[in-house]
């Protein structure tokens, strides 16, 4: 059974930066696709970033262009979010995601990712 389990998420105020991490167990790691979604206060989830499983091609929403990073570290089975410049507006749960099947491109459609960890909360305060 796929498990991803977030953690790194806390309170900030606004400027700073946290990084989140995704632990995956209960299959290989590095052949997958990974994804970022949050889901702020009475909105819907939406997509943030997407890493390939080489790290060679990378998707970010607009709004996070130039502030977040994604990254993975094949060898620890963990993907990363370096959020920088957090927002206000940043303010939500994040979700960490992986597809089902290996070596596939990057999208930013929640449907196309299979499993989802449980979210860490962030909270940027102003």
């Known amino acids: 059974q796929v498990q991803l389990v977030e953690s790194g998420g806390g309170l900030v105020q606004a400027g700073g930066s946290l990084r989140l991490s995704c632990a995956t167990s209960?299959?290989?790691?590095?052949?997958?696709?990974m994804g970022w979604f949050r889901q702020g206060p009475g909105k819907e989830r939406e997509f943030v970033a997407a890493i390939n499983w080489n790290g060679e091609n990378i998707l970010y929403e607009d709004s996070v262009k130039g502030r977040f990073t994604i990254s993975r570290d094949n060898a620890k089975n963990t993907v990363y979010l370096q959020m920088n410049n957090l927002k206000p507006e940043d303010t939500a749960i994040y979700y960490c995601?992986?597809?089902?099947?290996?070596?596939?491109?990057?999208?930013?459609?929640?449907?196309?990712?299979?499993?989802w960890g449980q979210g860490t909360q962030v909270t940027v305060s102003s």
């Open positions: 995601a992986t597809q089902q099947f290996p070596f596939l491109i990057p999208s930013t459609e929640l449907g196309q990712y299979h499993y």
């Open positions: 209960g299959r290989a790691f590095s052949p997958y696709t």
